[in-house]
């Protein structure tokens, strides 16, 4: 059965219960001056891209990326992205291999996540009509008409401390 | 300085933009997304950059390194931005070289460039692009006819 297209993962519930009484087993490990990188579970990842409405789009032809800004939205451990009729399509087309790069920052870190997968477009019409049904909101004017998914085949993200002069004061 | 900034509208959802207007942009943001192809698998990082004089400089850690050394071919740096009632991207296409002179690594560390990031960097690397290309295009609900 899907899930609420916006909610966190089903896996947090039961990992956080699993977790019993450590009540430090659930807080997100923060990147400091000796840590500057921590390395992100693919729950953490999965709920970064939930929150998070644009990212990057890599394509590659002839082993030579094109990189968009994209709106997406992340559901069911997939992505969805509506786009316009163009060359990001046409790339599409010729190769499915592609990298979505999200990225954001905190207080005192950064984060930024890569999903790698493979890209088709939806083309049956329950397909389209669930992807309607979905809030996938666009920023730009321009006219979108196709939707695609990403199926992923791997989900890595980093968190990264900032220095101390880009840290932002609460 | 370029002519009158020609804004998108609603008619017009969406203008290429010329180099210098590209280059005006990349030398206001710091941050941009460089996309590398390996065996036609695309990969993307988020790096700083420094734009000045028709070159960008990146300044990497060792995750940059690792993603870099393996592309044969031309990478992208994209950067975006939002301006009022539009949003811009441009795309700076070429290859990129590391600088190895003890000259030009000078020079690059006398420009005191400063990363976000603590992350230990290892590496200068310079894209003198050979495409430069941008659009901007209006924020609004789509235009349908």
Known sequence: MPRHPNGPPSTIPTEN?????EPDATLPAIPDLDNPV???????????????????LAVSV????????????????????RTMQGTKLVSMAINNKVA??????????????????????LTAEAEITTAEQLSLRSWTASVKTTYVEITPSQIRGRRIALADEFKLER | MSEDLRM??????????????????????????LAVSYRNEPD?????????????L??????????????????????????GSSVWSVMAKGMLRELTGPDEIAAAERRQ??????????????????????????VGPEIND
């Open chain 2, 8 to 33: 998108p509208d609603a008619g017009h959802p969406t203008l290429r933009l010329g180099p210098e207007e590209c280059w005006e942009l990349l030398a206001g943001t710091t941050l941009g997304r």
């Open chain 2, 113 to 138: 460039l400063k990363p976000w990031t603590l992350t230990r960097r290892v590496l200068y690397l310079e894209l003198e692009p050979s495409e430069l290309t941008g659009r901007r295009i209006a």
């Open chain 1, 100 to 121: 979505l790069e999200a990225d954001g920052r905190s207080l005192h870190s950064v984060w930024s996540v890569v999903v790698k997968g493979t890209v088709r477009e």
């Open chain 2, 44 to 56: 993307v990082i988020p790096v700083n950059f420094w734009a000045a004089e028709k070159s960008i």
């Open chain 1, 38 to 56: 921590i390395e992100l579970s693919e729950d953490e990842c999965w709920d970064l891209l939930i929150g998070t409405m644009l990212g990057r």
């Open chain 1, 17 to 21: 219960a699993a977790a019993g009484n």
């Open chain 2, 58 to 83: 990146l300044h990497g850690s060792e995750h940059v390194r690792d993603i870099v050394r393996r592309a044969r071919h031309q990478v992208v740096l994209e950067a975006d931005g939002r301006s």
């Open chain 1, 62 to 81: 002839a082993d030579k990326p094109e990189l968009y800004p994209v709106n997406f939205l992340a559901h069911d451990r997939r992505i969805l992205i």
